[in-house]
């Protein structure tokens, strides 16, 4: 009989060796007083209170001071109250240890199961492993086999408007084959992402924005090889990774991994704001290295995956090296910066037919434009490749492939510096609060509170975040009007999105915005009323121009409702539709300047017409504190507010 896995599993967390003579040695049976010596230290000790096995149970405190697990598979407590009593589970983990009856399943059986909770519990309480049953588990040997764990690395993959569930970014971790990750860029793609996720069971937007945020979905644990996940974000999706290699040691990272197999066969509600894949990923590092505190580090009602790496560089020396692996529209957007006119010329012929001559230069030159070709084209079709939707497609990728090939020369590897001011570590914290003052032509003076969940607008201090996106998680305004002394709701969104794109030759991509909410009507319809609202416009955008403007027009269409307004034939809603763009000055990191303006066509409705233009100044003294200075022209009056944001 070799070395039980478990028997490593716990002399890797004790960051020791392996006593090899005592596990080949172990007794064919059980020894039960070696069982209630070990309940006894576990009482002595009252093990069931350390923080590394309340952090190996997910327990959490509760209200009335009790314990709670996140985790919500029954199956993964070996105690009938194991879900709310660590002391209960401790103690059916220990028997469970010493059970040597034959089990139909290999998760069934305790050492299998739970590699972690051995590792804890054989370091904490001396365990003799020649006086344990002996045990083989063939699938967790595969598992550890396949991925062959030396160090681990957090990613981040970055913000996605186009997938309600990578909206504000994604996070997982990586299990590589190496010490020192990085070494070989190309043999990281054989190393293992794992993954947290909701398994969804609707493909709607809006059902699974509703079920991810009351936790109607179950969350599991996956993993695969890394190059999978590489593909689906930075290829079908055009996602920048950012790689945070983690110094952790070689019990910690045993640990980690035998708690993600741990995980990997049970479930949690998925919490689309709190419990979800940011949040699971700090408390299984957690669970693994007790030593770090990452959880405190991010918000209680809303955790992001930027607030995850914000947490990582809260424990000073965890992260050893950060890293950027550029998406293909990166890539793609690169090779063009180094193509003369006449090649770029050549590459879009190339687009339209890939049989197209190529330009009377050096081969070295042509081997460019053909690898900026194939990008083009993966980046436009990269999701249907993959899934074979896209014959044409492919035949053209085939051709343009096999006219590379017969140019005989290497390209050089393409170097992409990472975009240091784009990192998300350098980015300001996710929750704002900002208090203002100012006066209203209506009004009179009045003050102003603003709140926002998260995440990021356009006037915000850019670093580490995308230059031309915008998502925000119930931004909320409320003014108190002093000369009257009342508190008015000024406007508060579900949900506010803003995703420009640069129009170029290449890349046609309309721009949208989108916002869900409530907000007062400022024109004759009702006099500040409170109106619920919907709003989708779409246009097209140029961006960078003199490298500090960036201009949008569009159109946009909303639906209002209210009981006071005065809609469609008199009724209590009304349509509006008109055009609309925005402008936004960047003067760098230090400030900006946006306008904003939107016009309404109110058809059916009194008034038939409305508009809004907004101007705002913000100058970012640090990255957690902006000035604010507003002013906005309404049908009902005009105002201006000066304040100040903090970020946290």
Same mark, same amino acid.
């Given at each position: 009989?070799?070395?039980p896995?478990?028997?490593?599993?716990?002399?890797?967390?004790?960051?020791?060796?392996?006593?090899?003579?005592?596990?080949?040695?172990?007794a064919v049976?059980p020894?039960?007083?070696?069982?209630?010596?070990?309940?006894?230290?576990?009482?002595?000790l009252?093990?069931?209170?350390?923080?590394?096995?309340?952090?190996?149970?997910?327990?959490?405190?509760?209200?009335d001071?009790?314990?709670?697990?996140?985790v919500?598979?029954?199956?993964f407590?070996?105690?009938l109250?194991?879900?709310?009593?660590?002391?209960?589970?401790?103690?059916?983990?220990l028997?469970?240890?010493?059970?040597?009856?034959?089990?139909?399943?290999?998760?069934?059986?305790?050492?299998?199961?739970?590699?972690?909770?051995?590792?804890?519990?054989?370091?904490?309480?001396?365990?003799d492993?020649?006086?344990?049953?002996?045990?083989?588990?063939?699938?967790?040997?595969?598992?550890?086999?396949?991925?062959?764990?030396r160090?681990?690395t957090?990613?981040?993959?970055?913000?996605?408007?186009?997938?309600p569930?990578?909206?504000?970014?994604h996070?997982?971790?990586?299990?590589?084959k190496?010490?020192?990750?990085g070494?070989?860029?190309?043999?990281?793609?054989?190393d293992?992402?794992?993954?947290y996720?909701?398994?969804?069971?609707?493909?709607?937007?809006?059902?699974?924005?509703f079920r991810?945020?009351?936790?109607?979905?179950?969350?599991?644990?996956?993993?695969?090889?890394y190059?999978?996940?590489?593909r689906q974000?930075?290829?079908?999706?055009?996602?920048?990774?950012?790689?945070?290699?983690?110094?952790?040691?070689?019990?910690?990272?045993?640990?980690?991994?035998?708690?993600?197999?741990?995980?990997?066969?049970t479930?949690?509600?998925?919490?689309?704001?709190?419990?979800?894949?940011?949040?699971?990923?700090?408390?299984?590092?957690?669970?693994?290295?007790?030593r770090?505190?990452l959880?405190?580090?991010?918000?209680r009602?809303?955790?992001?995956p930027?607030?995850?790496?914000l947490?990582?560089?809260?424990?000073?020396?965890?992260?050893?090296?950060?890293?950027y692996?550029?998406s293909?529209?990166?890539?793609?957007?690169?090779?063009?910066?180094?193509?003369?006119p006449?090649?770029?010329?050549?590459?879009?012929?190339?687009?339209?037919?890939?049989?197209?001559?190529?330009?009377?230069?050096?081969?070295?030159?042509?081997?460019?434009?053909?690898?900026?070709?194939?990008d083009?084209?993966?980046v436009?079709?990269?999701?249907?490749?993959?899934?074979g939707k896209a014959?044409?497609?492919?035949?053209a990728?085939?051709?343009?492939?096999?006219r590379?090939?017969?140019l005989?020369?290497v390209?050089?590897?393409?170097?992409?510096?990472?975009?240091?001011?784009?990192a998300?570590?350098?980015?300001? @914290? %996710?929750? /704002? *609060?900002?208090?203002?003052?100012? $006066?209203?032509? &209506?009004? =009179?003076?009045?003050a102003?509170?603003?709140? #926002?969940l998260?995440?990021?607008?356009?006037?915000?201090?850019?670093?580490?975040y995308?230059?031309l996106?915008?998502?925000?998680?119930?931004?909320?305004?409320?003014?108190?009007?002093?000369?009257?002394?009342?508190?008015?709701?000024?406007?508060?969104?579900?949900?506010?999105?803003?995703?420009?794109?640069d129009?170029?030759?290449?890349?046609?991509?309309?721009?949208?915005?989108?916002?869900?909410?409530?907000?007062?009507?400022?024109?004759?319809?009702?006099?500040?009323c409170?109106?619920?609202?919907?709003?989708?416009?779409?246009?097209?955008?140029t961006?960078?121009?003199?490298?500090?403007?960036?201009?949008?027009?569009?159109?946009?269409?909303?639906?209002? @409702? %209210?009981? /006071? *307004?005065?809609?469609?034939?008199g $009724?209590?809603? &009304?349509? =509006?539709?008109?055009?609309?763009?925005?402008? #936004?000055?960047?003067?760098?990191?230090?400030?900006?300047?946006?306008?904003?303006?939107r016009?309404?066509?109110?058809?059916?409705?009194?008034?038939d017409?409305?508009?809004?233009?907004?101007?705002?100044?913000?100058?970012?003294?640090?990255?957690?504190?902006?000035?604010a200075?507003e002013?906005?022209?309404?049908?009902?009056?005009?105002?201006a507010t000066?304040?100040?944001?903090?970020?946290?």
């Open positions: 009989m070799g070395l896995l478990v028997a490593l599993l716990a002399a890797l967390a004790a960051a020791s060796p392996p006593d090899a003579a005592a596990a080949e040695a172990a049976h020894d039960p007083a070696h069982l209630a010596e070990l309940r006894a230290r576990a009482l002595a009252r093990l069931w209170e350390d923080p590394g096995w309340i952090r190996l149970g997910h327990w959490r405190r509760t209200a001071g009790g314990w709670k697990s996140e919500d598979g029954s199956a407590f070996r105690a109250f194991g879900k709310t009593n660590p002391q209960a589970e401790l103690d059916a983990t028997r469970a240890f010493f059970d040597d009856r034959p089990v139909a399943d290999e998760l069934s059986d305790a050492q299998c199961r739970y590699p972690a909770r051995f590792a804890f519990l054989a370091v904490k309480l001396g365990v492993l020649a006086r344990l049953p002996p045990r083989r588990c063939p699938r967790l040997e595969a598992f550890l086999d396949r991925v062959r764990p160090s681990v957090l990613v981040f993959s970055s913000y996605y408007l186009n997938n569930a990578s909206a504000f970014g996070t997982f971790l990586r299990l590589n190496e010490r020192e990750a070494k070989g860029r190309a043999s990281e793609l054989l293992y992402g794992v993954d996720a909701a398994t969804a069971t609707t493909g709607n937007a809006i059902l699974y924005a991810g945020l009351f936790g109607l979905f179950e969350g599991h644990w996956s993993h695969m090889a190059y999978y996940k590489v974000y930075a290829d079908a999706e055009s996602r920048d990774l950012w790689e945070y290699d983690l110094d952790l040691t070689d019990g910690e990272v045993a640990m980690l991994t035998g708690h993600l197999w741990e995980l990997g066969a479930y949690f509600q998925y919490w689309y704001l709190d419990e979800n894949c940011s949040y699971h990923v700090l408390v299984a590092l957690e669970a693994a290295a007790p770090l505190s959880v405190d580090h991010v918000g009602a809303v955790v992001l930027s607030d995850t790496v947490a990582l560089f809260e424990n000073p020396g965890l992260v050893r090296r950060v890293q692996r550029p293909i529209r990166t890539q793609f957007e690169a090779r063009l910066a180094r193509l003369s006449e090649g770029l010329d050549a590459v879009a012929a190339l687009d339209a037919d890939p049989s197209a001559p190529l330009p009377r230069s050096s081969p070295d030159a042509q081997a460019a434009v053909l690898d900026a070709a194939v083009h084209l993966d436009r079709h990269e999701r249907e490749l993959v899934v014959p044409e497609a492919a035949r990728r085939q051709l343009l492939l096999e590379r090939s017969a005989g020369v390209s050089p590897p393409l170097e992409i510096a990472p975009p240091r001011e784009r998300p570590e350098l980015g300001h @914290g %996710s929750f /704002r *609060l900002g208090a203002a003052g100012g $006066a209203s032509s &209506r009004d =009179g003076p009045l102003v509170v603003d709140v #926002r998260a995440l990021h607008d356009l006037g915000d201090p850019p670093p580490g995308p230059l996106s915008q998502i925000e998680f119930l931004p909320t305004r409320v003014r108190l009007l002093t000369r009257e002394g009342t508190l008015q709701l000024d406007e508060s969104w579900f949900v506010r999105i803003l995703s420009l794109n129009v170029s030759r290449f890349d046609l991509r309309p721009s949208w915005r989108a916002r869900l909410g409530a907000t007062t009507v400022r024109d004759a319809a009702c006099a500040s409170v109106a619920g609202q919907a709003e989708l416009g779409g246009g097209f955008t961006a960078a121009l003199l490298r500090v403007l960036d201009l949008y027009a569009g159109a946009d269409a909303s639906f209002e @409702g %209210s009981p /006071r *307004l005065s809609g469609i034939s $009724a209590p809603v &009304r349509l =509006g539709v008109g055009p609309g763009g925005l402008a #936004r000055l960047r003067l760098g990191s230090v400030a900006a300047v946006i306008v904003d303006a016009w309404r066509w109110l058809p059916g409705a009194e008034p017409r409305t508009y809004e233009l907004r101007g705002t100044l913000r100058v970012h003294l640090a990255r957690e504190v902006s000035l200075l002013a906005r022209r309404t049908p009902a009056a005009d105002e000066a304040g100040v944001l903090g970020y946290f």
